[in-house]
């Protein structure tokens, strides 16, 4: 059911879902979103509940740099914001576009496309990340590498887990040979540790004004983009402004809190 401003039902759709992330702008039509009929079947509508594309896919994904995922016959393309097909049907899995590259996938050999449909980095590894900032992460033979937007392996990794590039760093998980534990690091875009997989927790991911905290065994040490800056011994550790921390020890069984600049 559509609702205006007023409170007031002003149309009834035959939906199981509509997306509202992401909708697109349509310079005749408005604000467009991607709903599923009650048959399982994708199109979109607009503020009214018209419907303006009819639902003839399998699935439609978010709008993202004017084009969308949509898959018909179990394959994916890509739908431009005229709602054609401006990358042919022909892959088994799709991803929105990130920085103009998008994931994507046949079986289980993944690489990426460019906004032409060309294949920039050749459909060849196990799992890969999006692009941000310039990198992305690919895993193929248990390794994972940095990767640069021409497919060049900048640096490869045993790593278990890794997340996407932000702010230069991306945080990155090993696992303990003994305790089997994760522990957790930071590496920069070009393969450096900065903060090496040693750690219990590393909090915020994303610094704030340049610093983190990194945790282990229930003590903290302030990290910035170079890596560790204290020990890693406080019990406590407040950032109280850019930059100002307290942090609280235990010296000889007693607390004490000093500021730290």
């Known amino acids: ?109 993944w690489g990426f496309i460019d906004k032409t449909g060309k294949i920039v980095i050749p459909l060849k590894y196990d799992q890969v990340r999006r692009f941000n900032e310039g990198r992305s992460w690919a895993k193929r033979a248990e390794k994972w590498y940095i990767i640069n937007k021409q497919g060049r392996e900048i640096k490869g990794f045993n790593f278990k887990q890794v997340q996407d590039f932000e702010n230069g760093l991306a945080y990155v998980v090993t696992r303990d040979p003994h305790t089997n534990l994760r522990r957790i690091g930071l590496v920069d875009t070009e393969g450096e540790e900065v903060l090496a997989p040693y750690y219990d927790e590393v909090f915020p991911k994303n610094f704030v004004n340049g610093f983190g905290i990194a945790h282990l065994e229930n003590r903290m040490g302030i990290i910035s983009k170079s890596g560790l800056i204290t020990p890693v011994k406080y019990i406590d550790i407040q950032f109280v402004e850019h930059p100002v921390f307290i942090a609280t020890a235990i010296y000889t069984d007693k607390t004490s809190s000093k500021l730290m600049y």
């Open 1 to 109: 059911v559509i609702i205006n401003a007023q409170n007031r039902e002003v149309q009834t759709i035959a939906a199981k879902k509509i997306t509202i992330n992401n909708p697109i702008e349509s310079a005749t039509k408005g604000k467009l979103f991607a709903f599923e009929n009650i048959n399982g079947k994708w199109g979109f509508i607009n503020t009214k509940g018209e419907v303006v594309l009819p639902a003839n896919f399998d699935k439609i994904d978010a709008f993202a740099e004017g084009l969308a995922p949509a898959s018909q016959s179990g394959k994916y393309g890509y739908l431009n914001a005229q709602f054609q097909m401006a990358i042919a049907s022909q892959f088994d899995f799709a991803y929105p576009f990130n920085e103009g590259l998008a994931v994507v996938g046949n079986k289980n050999s």
